[in-house]
Every structure is written in C-alpha cells, then in structure tokens.
C-alpha cells in the first residue's frame, strides 16, 4: 500500500520570497449575472488582480480573488479593501546608494521599485536595458549582505516616518484657523450724576414778598 503523496498546501509557503518580482493590482471587475438561458439578470462586482511581473510588460495575467490571493498578498488586499495606498515591502530603489537615479527611474518603468523586485529580474526580461545583468547580481549580493540591508532600511523608514510626520503638520497648518467673534468694545463704568448746585451770584438779590 503506497502512502499518499502531501499535498504542497500542506507546508507553509514563503510568500515573501516567491511574491519577488510580483506587484499585485486589485481591483473590481463589473461582470454580468445570467440565467440557464443565457438572459442578463443583473450584474455583481468580482474582486479580481492583476499581477505585474518586473521586467515583463507582456505578461500580465488578471486573476479572480480567492482565499490563497488573499493570504499570498494580505499586505496589498487589506490595503485594498480599506482603500488605502499599498506600499511595497523591501528596499526601495531610490533608498539603494549604489544605484543611479536615472537607472532606478528606467527600472521603474518595468514596474520594478525594489531591490527585491531587481533580484528577482528573470533572464528573459535582461534586455530592458544595457547592464540590467549586472544590477541583477549587484542587488542579489546586497539581499545577501543583511548589514548593509538593514542599515539602509532603517534609514529609509526614519525618512518616511520624517515625511508623514511632515505631511500631518503640512495639512495642520493647511486648516483654516477658526475665526473668534469680534469682541464689543467696553463701555465706561456708570457714574453717579451730580446735582449742580446753583451758586449765589446766579440766583440774584432775595427780594421779600407779602404786605409791607
């Protein structure tokens, strides 16, 4: 009796390392609901994503969302469902000292934003550009190098909790300041009024009055 073979969902799988190179897009995809005779009975949002691969621009394959999609991608779906821009894991290029600006922004455009996503350029995809072969092992050498990763990434992450710090103050200062109702001015304590006595000269001379 020969045992059963495991099934390969039975092990825990890397994510991490097998989503390299990947970038998945999510998105609702409006799609018809007909009946056995092929009538439209309405229509249903599927969730769907579509997956760039670095250095391909031809392959670009759109999945249905299932549960292995939600548990490959957690980060970019829960980000997704509270509509929130999804920020890739890794060291980002432009946090990478060793690579050119001009050279990153060319990657970029092959939807290749990490050092991550560089190691994990396929040899199908080397001709995008001049010496994208040796950028590809510069980046597989620096994966390997943790110090000098780690030093870089925490100087990245001080930087972006530097940028959304400022981005709070920025929208602080942005908010218009409630405007106070105008003080009345302040009207002069009430005085008691004098009764003006009259003086002798403006009385005159007090003549008697009556029978002689």
Known sequence: MTEPTPNE?????????ENRGIKPIFFLDRQSIK???GHVTG????????LLIAGDDLTRPILPVDDVIRERFAGAYEAFKADLEHKPAGTKLSAWPELPEDVAKIF???????VEDLSALADANLHIMLGARRWRDKAVAFLKDSPS????????AENERLREQLKRLEARFRKPARRKAPSKPRQPAPTAAVAAVPSVASVGPVTATGDA
């Open 35 to 37: 009946d056995d005779s």
């Open 108 to 114: 970029s455009e092959y939807d290749i934003e990490t």
């Open 149 to 156: 990763r780690e030093r870089i990434d925490k100087v990245e």
């Open 43 to 50: 229509e249903i949002d599927v969730e769907c994503v579509k």
């Open 9 to 17: 969902m039975d092990f825990p799988r890397d994510w991490q390392r």
